[in-house]
């Protein structure tokens, strides 16, 4: 079992800055990609960024040149860094773990509890 625990969300006014972070402990197998994904008012949870354990990132085109995401495989964590937010960045934010313990397996997925982000003036 996995879980996630996410922090360092908030209120920010437009052309702000934070940084989420995303702690996983339990059983991680070396195959696995984090990530976090969006869900803004009314709408479905939408994909962010996410990273490989090899540190392959992809990055969703509304964020990208704003949001960087890294990863601290050691500390099984992951980061979101938002920069020049926007209101449209405001939504709850999940951290994702989907991990396989062999290539021919399938994956799990993990999610955590959402932190809110609200940008606004």
């Known amino acids: 079992q996995v879980q996630l625990v996410e922090s360092g969300g908030g209120l920010t006014q437009p052309g702000g800055s934070l940084r989420l972070s995303c702690a996983a402990s339990g059983t991680i197998y070396y195959f696995n990609t984090m990530a976090w994904y969006r869900r803004a008012p009314g709408d479905d949870r939408d994909l962010v960024a996410s990273?490989?354990?090899?540190?392959?990132?992809n990055v969703a085109d509304s964020v990208k040149g704003r949001f960087t995401i890294s990863r601290d495989n050691a500390n099984n964590t992951v980061y979101l860094q938002m920069n020049n937010l926007k209101s449209e960045d405001t939504g709850v934010y999940y951290c994702n773990l989907a991990h396989r313990r062999h290539l021919w397996t399938s994956y799990d997925n993990y999610w955590g509890q959402g932190t809110q982000v609200t940008v606004s003036s």
């Open positions: 990273i490989t354990n090899g540190g392959d990132t």
